[in-house]
């Protein structure tokens, strides 16, 4: 799998829908984004922690690639890198192909290895209406098709720049697609 680039990385340590472009985070191995609402090494979504504050946090960086925002802000939805949440933002990577398992190595030396799919909530629609049914859409099939990024949990920690390279390394086979986490 060819490489990609990161475009732009955010954070903010409070827990609002956008999140703030910076110059550089620093990835906290087992942590997330140091400095940001969501790092810990159990659940720090709102929503998880009150059905279960033990859980592990699979949700440490959310990654969402800039094609995305393309897509959206060519059929008049204004969206830039970090408005709808994400940590980093990437260019030339398909995301949303990658198995469970595939680690995102960013910049020189961090690592985020891929948990699972964002399931996009209504908070999507509040910040710009009608956007949420872009991002969340449903196959000929019926099925539902999630467009809002990855998440991931920290292997490695370092420090991750707009314009860093990115490159994937592939889990072992048989590869597992990804699911909502």
Known sequence: MRGGVVVAVHRDDAHRFSKRPVERVTLLEGWGVEGDAHAGATVQHRSRVRRDPSQPNLRQVHLMHAELLDEVTALGYEVVPGALG????????????????????LGAAARVEITGLR????????YRRGLL?????????????????????????????????????????????????
Do not use: F, K, W, Y
């Open 86 to 105: 994400e940590d980093v933002t990437t260019r030339g990577v398909d995301l949303l192909a990658l198995p469970v398992g595939a680690v995102l190595h």
């Open 119 to 126: 399931n996009p909530c209504v908070q999507i629609d509040r």
């Open 133 to 181: 049914q872009e991002v969340l859409r449903t196959n000929d099939d019926g099925g539902v098709v999630r467009l809002a990024g990855v998440m991931g949990v920290v292997q490695a920690t370092g420090d991750v720049r707009p314009g860093d390279p990115l490159r994937v390394t592939l889990p072992a086979t048989p590869h597992r697609s990804l699911q909502p986490v």
